[in-house]
């Protein structure tokens, strides 16, 4: 190694204040112009910038000793393309981004070292050029491999997909779509996301997996649209199961009572959202009082967000949460609607509630029951009741 060449080695390696900054602008460069990577949310950004101080150190450690990558190095980008391959990042983004890393590295040495030779040069382009060579044939070897075997597998392939949808490892709508394509399957959208646990586990506090998948099959007839078009999916995660379903679900409450199960059901946004999703349905049961589950054992994603709200990390803005509790009772024309659900909330009792709105008690008994026919809340019931109250108490904090 040339004294030159071992200077900016010393310079860009073996300082963790260069090596960050470089790390950091790599990490930039990449996620602004490779599209799979800038469609990434900051949870896998430390893993690109893991990835890149370890390439920008190998790279300089090959430079400086004429070296070649070895079994190790190898060994590291056949793990990298499966795990790509798992998560649906294209294998053409993941060999963009090695390059586009590999021209920011240059410029690094190129700032450090404005009188390099003519034959350190030379190294470092032949040094880029095999390394890139070698990683490209390797990772894209490795990446149909892990493919192949994941389409192979086809249910624990399906699981996989729902672990990492949960868990937010997921490049982009268009990634997913891809990976769910090479399965042969399309996902509910929208869906539902169903997060059960055991009321009373006499046999255990976890569900097993087997018990989760019989619950998607026990549902799956009710779910399955015309022609088949979806693929509803379970998995476990922690003590409980997760299922993805299609949004127009049915006979939950039943299945989950014939199992002494209760959950929680949330609707989403789009599929790359589904780790949200999944949050506020294990706060909801985290954090509900038994109460809230009867008589229908599932919480509905109006009450999950009413929850969040309680804990003091609401997820919606208040005053969708007051439309998702309220429905139709939130239009102008149903205020009547809610000046009786205001006394009776404030009253205790309709007799009472009638009384101070100048109503007859059947009147106000009527009014009740359109409410519970609205929004499907009744509100005699306590839980339903607060649900209701918290509702239009936001809306009307919102202008609603």
């Not at 949310?41 to 070296?67: F, H």
């Amino acid at each position: 190694m040339t004294s030159e060449r071992e200077r900016v080695v010393q310079g860009l390696a073996d300082d963790p204040r260069v090596v960050e900054r470089v790390v950091e602008r790599i990490t930039d460069v990449v996620h602004r112009q490779v599209p799979a990577y800038a469609a990434l949310d900051g949870s896998r950004l430390p893993e690109v910038r893991a990835i890149a101080a370890w390439a920008l150190e190998r790279l300089l450690r090959l430079w400086a000793d004429d070296g070649e990558l070895g079994h190790a190095d190898l060994r590291r980008f056949r793990g990298i393309a499966a795990a790509r391959a798992a998560d649906g990042r294209p294998v053409q983004a993941v060999l963009r981004a090695y390059r586009v890393a590999a021209a920011v590295i240059v410029d690094e040495i190129a700032a450090h070292a404005p009188r390099l030779t003519a034959h350190d040069a030379f190294a470092l382009t032949r040094q880029l050029l095999a390394a890139l060579d070698t990683l490209s044939e390797v990772m894209a070897t490795a990446y149909a491999a892990a493919s192949e075997h994941l389409a192979g597998d086809r249910d624990r392939a399906l699981r996989l997909l729902l672990d990492d949808l949960i868990a937010g490892r997921h490049a982009s709508v268009g990634a997913l779509t891809d990976r769910a394509a090479r399965l042969g399957v399309q996902l509910p959208d929208p869906y539902c996301l169903l997060v059960a646990e055991q009321v009373d586990p006499d046999g255990g506090p976890y569900i097993t997996l087997d018990a989760a998948t019989g619950l998607l099959a026990s549902l799956r007839p009710d779910t399955a649209p015309t022609g088949g078009a979806s693929t509803p999916i379970a998995t476990t995660r922690g003590p409980r199961a997760v299922l993805l379903l299609p949004a127009a679900v049915a006979d939950v409450p039943k299945a989950l009572r014939e199992r002494g199960w209760r959950g929680c059901a949330v609707g989403g946004e789009s599929l790359d959202r589904i780790a949200v999703a999944h949050r506020l349905a294990v706060d909801a049961l985290d954090t509900a009082p038994v109460h809230a589950h009867h008589p229908e054992r599932v919480l509905t994603e109006a009450d999950a967000h009413v929850l969040a709200l309680l804990a003091g990390h609401p997820v919606a803005a208040p005053d969708r949460i007051g439309r998702l509790v309220l429905g139709p009772l939130a239009h102008p024309g149903q205020r009547h609607l809610l000046v009786a659900l205001t006394a009776y909330v404030d009253a205790g009792s309709a007799t009472a509630a009638a009384r101070a709105l100048h109503l007859h008690p059947q009147s106000l008994r009527y009014r009740l029951r359109r409410i519970r026919e609205l929004t499907g809340r009744d509100p005699r019931d306590p839980w339903q009741r607060l649900t209701l109250d918290i509702a239009r108490t936001v809306m009307t904090g919102a202008g609603g």
